[in-house]
């Protein structure tokens, strides 16, 4: 059933003409960027088509390893257990700014630069978060010593150092390009999460006008270096008004889709404040994106070790319910952690205990895999 669905939305794409998309009165259709590329601009129609359908599951460094493995060609956990790719594969840029070879989770540049490559011909979609380094301290993002933002500000001490972190990252996305030499359309999560306090941009460490103008400034900074593959996602954690979620917001011109993170705790094991928490706060987006013409997403989500054998068609599907988004991605599967001395993974793997709860999940008609949005 869901092969022939998808069969029918091959059809549907290609015999529509981009211009004639008005699928859903939830987005304008216009990128933040209008020196967009033809490609960016037709992946952020496709987006809002398929929210038609259903939404677009994804998952962190999911080509680079799993639980026990490490850079096996064309391998991923998902595809183990489902014989499908994730739509949508998040990486990061940390590490980059300081001329690091590996980002924060040990995958080499050169490495990620290829998956990214390998999955755009496939179909699939990359999303990019950057957690970088505290400029003043020059440790890591969790360093959230306070007015560290205002230092990168232009005009700052640190402003020159943000600008040469801004040419490094240029370089690296206009380096993302398909066999045709087209520069592969990037979901760009810069700042992510910043309605929490752990990292230097976030709450508490700098105020409103300050995030509103280094956003903006990183926006307009990467598009004079000639960035023209970005699609940009605000990114918040959780959030309980409008207000709240618009605190920091830098305007409808410089944002394209809204989206929160939200985890599940072992101190809810039934998932009834994490199903609660994510539908109030889709109540909360999806009225937000509806006024202001944006795509919404949760841009990370999961339960650590997935201990509830029947968590994606239970607590994680219910979470979700019908509210239309874009994309949800998983974080990633790095396995034993020897400094905690537990497994850190959000998706299942072969053997693992909520293994046949995510294939029923795979098969539920709104949960879009690579497949399912191959051209």
Same mark, same amino acid.
């Given at each position: 059933?869901?092969?022939?669905?998808?069969?029918?939305?091959?059809?549907?794409?290609?015999?529509?003409?981009?211009?004639?998309?008005?699928?859903?009165?939830?987005?304008?259709?216009?990128?933040?960027?209008?020196?967009?590329?033809?490609?960016?601009?037709?992946?952020?129609?496709?987006?809002?088509?398929?929210?038609?359908? %259903?939404?677009?599951?994804?998952?962190?460094?999911?080509?680079?390893?799993?639980?026990?493995?490490? !850079?096996?060609? #064309?391998?991923?956990?998902?595809?183990?257990?489902?014989?499908?790719?994730? =739509?949508?594969?998040?990486?990061?840029?940390? %590490?980059?700014?300081?001329?690091?070879?590996?980002?924060?989770?040990?995958?080499?540049?050169?490495?990620?630069?290829?998956?990214?490559?390998?999955?755009?011909?496939? *179909?699939?979609?990359?999303? +990019?978060?950057?957690?970088?380094?505290?400029?003043?301290?020059?440790?890591?993002?969790?360093?959230?010593?306070?007015?560290?933002?205002?230092?990168?500000?232009?005009?700052?001490?640190?402003?020159?150092? !943000?600008?040469?972190?801004?040419?490094? =990252?240029?370089?690296?996305?206009?380096?993302?390009?398909?066999?045709?030499?087209?520069?592969?359309?990037?979901?760009?999560?810069? !700042?992510?999460?910043?309605?929490?306090?752990?990292?230097?941009? %976030?709450?508490?460490?700098?105020?409103?006008?300050?995030?509103?103008?280094?956003?903006?400034?990183?926006?307009?900074?990467?598009?004079?270096?000639?960035?023209?593959?970005?699609?940009?996602?605000?990114?918040?954690?959780?959030?309980?008004?409008?207000?709240?979620?618009?605190?920091?917001?830098? *305007?409808?011109?410089? =944002?394209?889709?809204?989206?929160?993170?939200?985890?599940?705790?072992?101190?809810?094991?039934?998932?009834?404040?994490?199903?609660?928490?994510?539908?109030?706060?889709?109540?909360?987006?999806?009225? +937000?994106?509806?006024?202001?013409?944006?795509?919404?997403?949760? =841009?990370?989500?999961?339960?650590?070790?997935?201990?509830?054998?029947?968590?994606?068609? %239970?607590?994680?599907?219910?979470?979700?319910?019908?509210?239309?988004?874009?994309?949800?991605?998983?974080?990633?599967?790095?396995?034993?952690? #020897?400094? #905690?001395?537990?497994?850190?993974?959000?998706?299942?793997?072969?053997?693992?205990?909520? #293994?046949?709860?995510?294939?029923?999940?795979?098969?539920?008609?709104?949960?879009?895999?690579?497949?399912?949005?191959?051209?």
């Amino acid at each position: 059933m869901k092969k022939y669905f998808f069969k029918l939305l091959a059809s549907a794409l290609i015999g529509t003409s981009c211009s004639a998309q008005h699928t859903n009165s939830n987005t304008n259709l216009s990128l933040s960027d209008k020196k967009a590329t033809p490609e960016t601009v037709l992946l952020y129609k496709k987006l809002n088509q398929l929210i038609q359908k %259903g939404y677009l599951f994804g998952h962190q460094d999911d080509l680079a390893y799993g639980v026990n493995w490490k !850079y096996e060609n #064309e391998r991923s956990d998902i595809k183990d257990v489902v014989g499908d790719y994730p =739509a949508v594969y998040g990486w990061d840029l940390a %590490g980059l700014e300081k001329d690091d070879i590996n980002n924060i989770d040990g995958i080499p540049f050169e490495k990620m630069k290829q998956y990214i490559i390998e999955a755009n011909e496939r *179909g699939g979609i990359s999303t +990019i978060s950057w957690h970088f380094d505290n400029p003043v301290t020059g440790k890591n993002a969790w360093d959230n010593t306070p007015n560290s933002l205002k230092t990168i500000l232009p005009g700052g001490e640190n402003h020159q150092k !943000y600008v040469s972190w801004l040419d490094k =990252a240029a370089n690296y996305l206009l380096s993302l390009k398909d066999k045709k030499g087209k520069n592969i359309p990037i979901l760009f999560r810069p !700042y992510h999460e910043l309605s929490g306090g752990w990292f230097w941009w %976030g709450k508490g460490k700098c105020t409103s006008d300050e995030f509103k103008t280094v956003w903006k400034f990183t926006f307009e900074y990467l598009q004079k270096k000639g960035v023209h593959n970005l699609i940009y996602v605000y990114n918040t954690s959780s959030f309980n008004s409008k207000e709240d979620f618009l605190a920091n917001y830098p *305007g409808d011109n410089f =944002a394209d889709i809204l989206s929160f993170d939200s985890y599940q705790n072992n101190n809810d094991k039934e998932g009834i404040k994490f199903i609660e928490e994510v539908q109030n706060q889709l109540k909360i987006l999806n009225e +937000i994106g509806l006024e202001k013409h944006k795509l919404i997403a949760i =841009a990370e989500a999961g339960y650590e070790a997935v201990p509830d054998p029947k968590w994606w068609t %239970g607590t994680f599907s219910k979470a979700i319910g019908d509210y239309k988004i874009s994309y949800v991605l998983l974080w990633r599967n790095h396995g034993w952690q #020897e400094n #905690e001395k537990k497994m850190h993974y959000y998706a299942p793997f072969k053997g693992q205990v909520s #293994e046949k709860d995510f294939i029923d999940y795979y098969n539920m008609d709104k949960t879009l895999f690579e497949k399912d949005i191959n051209k």
